[in-house]
């Protein structure tokens, strides 16, 4: 069945940058998401990636596909404290007709003085 | 726009007994879907509404169950909770656009908790 998987936690200092790693099984995917949530809210859309191009940049957040590997990274650049929350990957896929959404576990990242 | 409302925020019930959560999609959004949202199971989908049919369903028991209404706003019902069951729920609505890009918007969600 479809599965999308992300480490569970990442620490990085600020200013470093971070990468978030995603991998996904279903090759028929048409988009891949990137979903930011922070403590008590909802998730956010952050950005994403048509599952035909390689690479996104948008601001400090790159995002790389390698669709061979079914492999999914976030990239975000001189990382700050307001960037510690979790992040969600996410793969849309047809299915019975419709788009369907699969969400992975979620990665913790935070980020320390 | 106003974006997706979530009713209540928080909500303490004890077990045995069922809850109504309530969601207002953003204005023209046809698709609402709900998650459950644990720090030990992460992020599940729990179902899809789309015009007032429901099109996917997620593996949860028979116990969950939710609808939609003419316009659009969705309701899900929780029978006889049980302790597993407190968690965030969360709402999501989307166009629903047919081959294209259909990104969910998400709502605050509702804190459950089940004593």
């Known amino acids: 069945g479809e599965d999308v998987e992300q480490s569970l936690f990442l620490s990085v200092r600020e200013g470093d940058s971070s990468v978030i790693n995603c991998t996904y099984t279903?090759?028929?995917?048409?988009?891949l998401y990137w979903y930011k949530q922070e403590p008590g809210a909802g998730l956010q859309l952050l950005t994403y990636?048509?599952?035909?191009?390689d690479m996104k940049q948008d601001q400090r957040l790159t995002v790389l596909l390698n669709k061979k590997d079914k492999h999914l990274s976030l990239r975000i650049a001189d990382t700050q404290t307001g960037d510690s929350a979790i992040y969600f990957c996410?793969?849309?896929?047809?299915?019975?007709?419709?788009?369907?959404?699969?969400f992975g576990a979620g990665t913790r990242l935070a980020v320390h003085p | 726009k106003a974006g997706v409302t979530q009713t209540p925020r928080y909500l303490i019930k004890t077990r045995g007994q069922q809850v109504t959560l309530s969601c207002s999609p953003i204005s023209g959004h046809r698709s609402v879907s709900w998650y459950q949202q644990t720090p030990g199971q992460g992020l599940q989908f729990l179902f899809e509404?789309?015009?007032?049919?429901?099109?996917n369903k997620g593996n949860f028991p028979g116990r969950f169950s939710g609808r939609q209404f003419s316009n659009s706003r969705s309701e899900m019902n929780v029978s006889t909770l049980e302790l597993g069951d407190s968690a965030l729920y969360l709402c999501?609505?989307?166009?629903?656009?047919?081959?294209?890009?259909?990104?969910?918007?998400f709502g605050p969600g509702t804190r459950l908790t089940v004593l």
């Open positions: 279903d090759s028929s995917s048409t988009y």
């Open positions: 509404y789309f015009s007032e049919t429901q099109r």
């Open positions: 999501a609505s989307s166009l629903a656009r047919v081959a294209s890009y259909n990104e969910q918007f």
């Open positions: 996410a793969e849309s896929f047809w299915d019975g007709g419709y788009n369907k959404l699969i």
């Open positions: 990636i048509f599952s035909n191009m």
